[in-house]
């Protein structure tokens, strides 16, 4: 298991994360409601910004996630779950799977900063 490093978890360092993905989700969904063809390189932007924030918040040197490792940071299949999203992230149905793991991940990173 790869833990989570106390001093990138807080606050003022994992809320920009979360701001980006607010105005990121808001695109997505305006492109879904568009069919504007747009949707898909935004859901890749905003996995690559989920998973900075799990690796920037993680004690790992690797520059990717291992989709082998378990990661503390993550929430419940969180691993499984993105996999799924990046096999196809122009479906709506992964962008809302993303916009929840994106909740699920602010949730789990609050109860660990009151945990250390």
Sequence with gaps: MIKVRPEAIQKEK???YFAQWEELSQLI????DQRSGEAKSLMDK?????????????Q??????DEKEEY???PINGMERLLFIKARPGQYACYRQLDELFKELKKRLARLRIKS
Excluded: R
Excluded at 29 to 32: D, E, S
């Design 14 to 16: 994992v809320e920009p």
């Design 29 to 32: 969904h305006q492109a879904h």
């Design 46 to 58: 905003g996995i690559v910004l989920f998973e900075a924030c799990v690796l920037n918040s993680s």
């Design 60 to 65: 790992s040197s690797e520059p990717t996630l």
């Design 72 to 74: 503390e940071v993550l």
